[in-house]
């Protein structure tokens, strides 16, 4: 299985909902990533977790929360998200402690926050 | 921080050689990498190499590394539609005291049938 499975694939939301993005991988690997992709631009690092422990955030705004239950999912918490959020959110993972940081990525969340 | 850029545009027929070409400012790169991204799709790893090689081929695809200029490129050898994506160019070098992989601005790769 080398596959990084994300959901739900498309999400509308309200400035004031609380939804979820999910991530899931059975790769055995111990580093999970999330990127937000604006449209044409390059995937922009937000966090990194490492044998489940948040190692890197990129100053994100505490209106995400990350959160990482077990070493095969990853979970964005969203809270009082504003437009300019809307983008695609991808969830990525690799080995651990390995120098050349293959990374695999799921297919991504596109959210729309209106 | 660092920056990579790529061109923004190519267009090639079908069956021609594609060469994608990126830049970046990283001194401290140890991974430089291609990704493949699809309409409404996450990336694909296409190849990486390590910033002491000068050269890597795998298929249809080579990697050239110039680490004296920070240029890199991928040639896509007998380009088919299949082939036509965006294309990411990242290096992995030490930023804010911990190791990331940074991605360059993409490539939009047109193949004509």
């Known amino acids: 299985d080398t596959e990084v499975t994300q959901t739900p694939k498309h999400l509308v939301m309200g400035m004031t909902n609380k939804k979820s993005l999910k991530c899931e991988q059975h790769m055995g690997h111990r580093a999970m990533y999330w990127y937000k992709q604006k449209a044409k631009k390059p995937p922009e690092l937000m966090f990194v977790?490492?044998?489940?422990?948040?190692?890197i955030n990129e100053s994100v705004p505490s209106r995400f929360s990350p959160e990482c239950p077990n070493s095969s999912l990853l979970n964005l918490h969203l809270h009082a998200l504003q437009p300019e959020d809307s983008a695609l959110y991808l969830c990525?993972?690799?080995?651990?402690?390995?120098?050349?940081?293959?990374?695999?990525f799921g297919s991504g969340t596109q959210l729309s926050v209106l | 921080g660092e920056d990579v850029e790529q061109s923004l545009f190519l267009s090639v027929r079908e069956g021609d050689s594609s060469v994608i070409n990126c830049t970046y400012t990283?001194?401290?790169?140890?991974?430089l990498y291609w990704y493949k991204q699809e309409p409404g799709a996450g990336l694909q790893l296409l190849t990486y190499?390590?910033?002491?090689?000068d050269m890597k081929q795998d298929q249809r695809l080579t990697v050239l590394l110039n680490k004296k200029d920070k240029h890199l490129s991928l040639r896509i050898a007998d380009t088919q539609t299949g082939d036509s994506a965006i294309y990411f160019c990242a290096e992995r070098g030490l930023t804010g005291g911990y190791q990331k992989v940074t991605f360059g601005t993409g490539t939009k790769l047109q193949v004509i049938p």
């Open positions: 990525a993972s690799s080995q651990a402690g390995i120098g050349e940081e293959k990374l695999f």
């Open positions: 990283d001194s401290s790169s140890t991974y």
């Open positions: 190499i390590f910033s002491n090689m």
């Open positions: 977790y490492s044998y489940e422990k948040l190692s």
